[in-house]
C-alpha cells in the first residue's frame, strides 16, 4: 500500500512540475469516424489516459512491469500535441502518437539517439512522431488507419512536408540488428540525403562486426528471417512509403532495436488515398 502512494505521489509531482495543469494542444483535431473519435488530447484527463496507455503497452507488457498501473512521461511530452483513437463504445482510449511539430518544439527525442542534423536542414515544417502506441484488443488495421489518418490530417494543419521519428523493433542481437539492416539496404529503403547515423551512446556493440559478415546478398532463408523480425506497425510505415536514415540505434532503456524512419507528406497522402479507393 505504501509503495502505490509512493509512485502516486512521483506521478503526479512530475505531471505538476512540468505544468500538466496548464497543458493545451498545440494544434486542434476533434471529428469521429464511425464509433471512433480522432482527436489531439485537450484535457488533462486525456493526456493522463495517453500516458496510462503508453505505461500499459511499454512497461507492463515489454518490461514486465508488476507495477498495477501507472503513467509513462518524459521531458518532451509538455512540448507537445497527442493524438488519440477514442472508442466512443466503451470510452476507451485505442491508440496514441505524440506528435512533435518543429514550428512550435525544437527540442527532438530523435536526436538523443540518431545525428538528425541533415533532417532539420531541410526546408519546411517537420513533425516528428514517437510512442506509438494501440491498446491490445485493437491492434487490427481500423485503429492504425485511423491514426495515420489523424497523421495526415494534422500534417496538413500545419503545412508539415516531412515525418520522422523512431521506430522500435523487439531484436536483441547485432546478428539480428545487421541482418535487417543488409536487408532494408537490398531492398533499397535507405535515403541517404537523410543520413542520420546514430550516436555514438546509441551504437549497438558488435554491430560492425555483423554488418561485414552481411556484406553479400542475402540468402532466401537470410531474408524470410529479416522480415519475420518487422514488427506490424513497421510494415505498415512501409507499406505506406518510408524509408530509413542508415544504421539502427540500440535503445538500452526499453531493450530494443531503433531505425529512424522517414516519411514524406506526399507518399503519406498517396498511401492513404489508394487504401480508401481499395476500402470503397
Not at 49 to 78: N, T
Not at 98 to 117: H, P, V
Not at 179 to 205: D, G, I, T, V
Request: glycine share 4%.
Amino acid at each position: 500500500m505504501f509503495q502505490k502512494v509512493t509512485d502516486a505521489f512521483q506521478e503526479y509531482y512530475y505531471l505538476r512540475l512540468h505544468n500538466i495543469h496548464q497543458f493545451e494542444p498545440k494544434i486542434y483535431l476533434n471529428y469521429k469516424i464511425g464509433s471512433f473519435r480522432i482527436k489531439t488530447a485537450d484535457s488533462i484527463n486525456e493526456l493522463k489516459q495517453s500516458f496510462q496507455l503508453r505505461y500499459e503497452v511499454y512497461y507492463k507488457e515489454l518490461k514486465g512491469s508488476k507495477k498495477v498501473a501507472g503513467c509513462d512521461i518524459d521531458q518532451y511530452d509538455f512540448h507537445c500535441d497527442h493524438l488519440l483513437i477514442i472508442d466512443e463504445k466503451s470510452n476507451t482510449v485505442a491508440g496514441t502518437y505524440r506528435l512533435n511539430s518543429s514550428q512550435s518544439c525544437d527540442k527532438s527525442y530523435s536526436a538523443r539517439e540518431f545525428n538528425i542534423e541533415r533532417i532539420f536542414a531541410t526546408a519546411g515544417v517537420k513533425v516528428e512522431l514517437g510512442r506509438a502506441c494501440i491498446k491490445k484488443e485493437y491492434r487490427r488495421g481500423v485503429v492504425i488507419s485511423l491514426l495515420w489518418k489523424g497523421i495526415a490530417d494534422y500534417m496538413s494543419k500545419i503545412h508539415a512536408q516531412l515525418l520522422f521519428g523512431c521506430a522500435s523493433f523487439q531484436v536483441k542481437t547485432a546478428r539480428q540488428a545487421a541482418l535487417l539492416h543488409r536487408y532494408f539496404f537490398e531492398e533499397r529503403k535507405y535515403a541517404p540525403e537523410y543520413f542520420s547515423p546514430p550516436q555514438l551512446a546509441y551504437k549497438m556493440p558488435d554491430f560492425e562486426a555483423w554488418e561485414s559478415h552481411f556484406k553479400r546478398s542475402l540468402t532466401l532463408e537470410e531474408r524470410i528471417e529479416a522480415e519475420s523480425l518487422i514488427p506490424n506497425i513497421c510494415k505498415d510505415y512501409l507499406k505506406l512509403g518510408s524509408f530509413f536514415g542508415g544504421e539502427p540505434a540500440w535503445d538500452e532503456d526499453f531493450n530494443c532495436l531503433d531505425f529512424l524512419t522517414i516519411l514524406q507528406r506526399e507518399d503519406l497522402n498517396r498511401s492513404l488515398g489508394q487504401r480508401h479507393k481499395t476500402d470503397s
